[in-house]
């Protein structure tokens, strides 16, 4: 595990460069090389200059990169990509989001389904996912397939069980019991909250993780946060820190309200639909009409710069993040109002407190699901051959 770690943090390495890494002698190592080359996990490449360009970024220096070989190509090892991969799924209450990625964790497969969950029930949620990734996998998929994650916007505990899924009204419910019924019995299936997923896929696909504290927030429905300490995900005691969606807002008249409903996909559609020409009401089409500045998405778009600032100045006086990245399908009007929502937080923040810098993840529609097949290959190079929450 050691040496399949070390090959997919550098890359292509030479068997003498892989020795070094590991702190074995070459014979040792050789050894190992042998018998994952035997399972089909590594194999040898000629040296072109690519694998070399690769390695070089090892720390102090290790891989051909650093040292500039001449002569002819010699032999580099690699991670054979499509020996194993893995599966992730995210449940929404609007979507279903499937993704695979191999063995170096490159994305291989992806599909994005239309999907009412709460109308359609637990079951009808599980077997949709389950086709998602049986029409996207190739046909002998299942048997390398390693793991199955699902992400879910839930209270979520550390063994898997979720306590409460409000906006998909699933109570006591285990994720991943119900998603096995639908695997291979072989495939190891786990169960994470969806921020803490999109949290952990921000960090999985990046060449080293954000330094210091992240705070991770997916914007769907509802809003998801995740907390990274140096690539290092911190649930909190009940597994529910950065959970800042569930903020109380004070409101003119009536009682306060959480911010997800706020700033959340549903709250804003519902807004644009009452200020919408004739027609479906769509996040295409609200998104369209902000860039148009049309004055109705506008005021919309500025209620949610306004409410967006004040939610993350609270959270932040008690995370103090680095940085906040951004995720979901709502993520995509955080670029267009960016510099509203930076002047709403100024006015609102006390001195002392520097306001963190954001980011909208590359790929917002699809991190969670990525973060939950991130995890199962996370836990395959530790060797764990039982996931936890299984």
Known sequence: MAALRALHRHGRLSRADLARVLGLNRSSSGHIVTALAAEGLVREVADGGEGAARAGRAQDGVGPGGRGRAGRPGILLELRPDAVFFAGVEIGVEHISFVAVDLSATVIARRLEAFDAPAAGLEAAFRTAARLAGEALPADGWARCEGFGIAIPAQMERSGRVRNAPLLGWRDVHPAALMRAHLPASVPVVAENDANAFAIGDAYGRDAARPGVTLALVLETGVGGGILVD??????????????GHLLLPEAAGAPRRLEELVGLEGILSAYRAAAPEGAATLAGFLGEVKDRAPGAVAIAEGWARAMAFGLAQGCRLVDPDQIVLGGSLAALYPLVGARVAAHWARIQDPGFPLPGIVVNADPTFG?????????HQRFLAGEAEPAGA
Request: charged share 10%; proline share 0%; net charge neutral.
């Open 368 to 376: 969670a699901a990525f973060g939950a097949a991130c995890i199962l």
């Open 231 to 244: 690539g290092t995900l911190f649930r909190g005691g009940h597994g529910l820190a950065g959970e800042i």
